[in-house]
């Protein structure tokens, strides 16, 4: 990366010097994501054309900008990039065939050469197209590592601004879709047909042929290896990239809502508002939006693109634990007698009868008492003998279908209809987190991946993400993330405690200490995940107590934990690290098919 970087410095030095003596005023600069198809174009051309302000846009495909030939204008700076393409009211696009960072450097030089002259004005704003298979994340990146390394390019221009287009009428089929994006799994998103796919196919092979053998040899021999697929194919199902697209964005724009009904609509808005609660939702069609307040909208800098996964994943907890004080409960494990959790012999505050029929306890209610709603509903207990209890066999009445296998009943339902959609709801979409200072049992854990997060899941999880803790590794700071059908574990490097605080950021050690334990064995290693679904604000709503049980479950008990602190060292050398980490991994091995990859 470092290498990259300091060959773009050079690259944008030489080739598009900034002018002499000029003031150095930081052009903001707003990204537009969306998947493929979403509007981001018509947006671009909206804001072209808006009239108000001048604008410099870096676009992946020209002709897909609807730019009246008009309103182009001759080149009269002087410059020979004929990439860049001028209009008469002051705007530009630039062709982003080049690296971005070079592209931005263009319109820089363009806007000072602008400046110089008597008749135009500098560019009053940037704004970057992002490729629709293209994750925010990285382009985020990319800018705050360039102010890290210091390229002069960052004294002119600032990311202040994040925007996303969602496409309402295919947004939750993308939620929805496993498939990698790739050109293999996904050959829809990278050619418009079959044949560009296959004359693009062709076109490889007569530049392999034309190759001499021994070059020819090497190629192939190296291609998987210094030529891989881009990283997003490798990392990122539809799914993920849709749902990452919507939560790395400070407005998320909800296009064609001409073409939906309202009821989709606040469907697609309550998923969006529950991936991004800190993000301005708009509705519009055609992408018709007030450009002013878009571009102005994060004036000062502090939205999403100062921040990193630490600050996101702070501000997803924040919002969870906002909907209610129940989610913010820290599960012990099987020690725990939280009332919200399945996994202990308790019961609920307000007094349930005991259903274990192997419970003894004078202090628990034994008898056969049910507890119906107010909406009187009736006993499924086929033994139940209860004269004051209905045992009718009825439905509620939204009239939903009869899961009995047995019933005879011609009023009854008995379609097999079933969504296994990640947004069918049968309640507000909500949130809260899992939190725990002891470590998953990594077996344990594996077992719960394939249970309920590995495939197409029937479930109505629609997202999960968070820190998390295994036992196999003492500095292993890992992030679990599950997206709409798909999973992942990443590792993000090191918990804050095995480094000496001479290696903190000093502006942060304040915000580091805030997820450290009391017990110096723990520091700030944790499980903090954050799950959103439908009625997972609901502490008593029934997949949620699967999951808060479950995970609860998956975490060492006091045998094991002992077992794991005996192999903790004191000190946090390399040394001692390295020796922690391997008899960890011995004692509570990672299974074989559960992979851990490097955060992208």
Known sequence: MTLVLLLLFLTCIIAYPLPPNQPQKRIPVTLVSGFLGAGKSTLLTNILTNGNRKVGVVVNDMAQVNIDSKMVKQNNYGTSDHDIVELDNGCACCDASDELLT???????????????????????????ASGISDPTGIRR??????????????????????????????????????LVSEEETPDLFYRSEEERERKEEKEREWMDSLSPGLKEAIEAGRDKYFPTTATSQTSSVSQLCISQVEISDVVILNKCDLQTEENILLVERVVQSLNPRAKVLRCSRAAVDVDSLLTYIGDGEGVADCGIVDDHKDFVRAAEGEGKEGAHECEGVDCEHPSHDHSHGHEADGGDCNDPDCSDPSHSHSHSHSHEAHDGDCNDPDCSDPSHSHSHSHEVHDGDCNDPDCSDPSHSHSHSHSHSPTHAHGAIGSFVFRSRRPFHPSRLSAFVKSHLSGPSPTALLRAKGFCWMANSHTSALYFAYAGVT???????????????????????????????????????????????????????????????ELANSLLNEIEMKKYEGCIREGLGEEVEETIDGEASKIFPLPSDFSINDIQ
């Open 103 to 129: 592209s931005l450097s263009r319109l820089v030089t363009l806007s000072d050469l602008r400046q110089q002259a008597d008749d135009a004005e500098p560019f009053s704003d940037i704004v970057i197209e």
């Open 142 to 179: 990319t800018f705050q590592d360039a102010e890290v390394y210091g390229m002069p390019l960052t004294d002119r221009v600032k990311l202040k601004n994040m925007v996303t287009v969602v496409d309402t009428t295919t947004f939750l089929d993308h939620v929805a879709r496993p498939a």
């Open 487 to 549: 999973f992942e574990m990443q590792c993000l490097g090191r918990w804050w405690a095995c480094l000496p605080r001479s290696s903190w950021p000093p502006s942060s050690s304040e915000a580091i200490l805030s997820d450290f334990d009391p017990s110096p064995l723990v520091g700030d290693r944790r499980n903090e995940i954050v799950f959103i679904g439908p009625g997972m604000s609901d502490p008593k709503d029934e997949l949620r107590r699967l999951i808060e049980g």
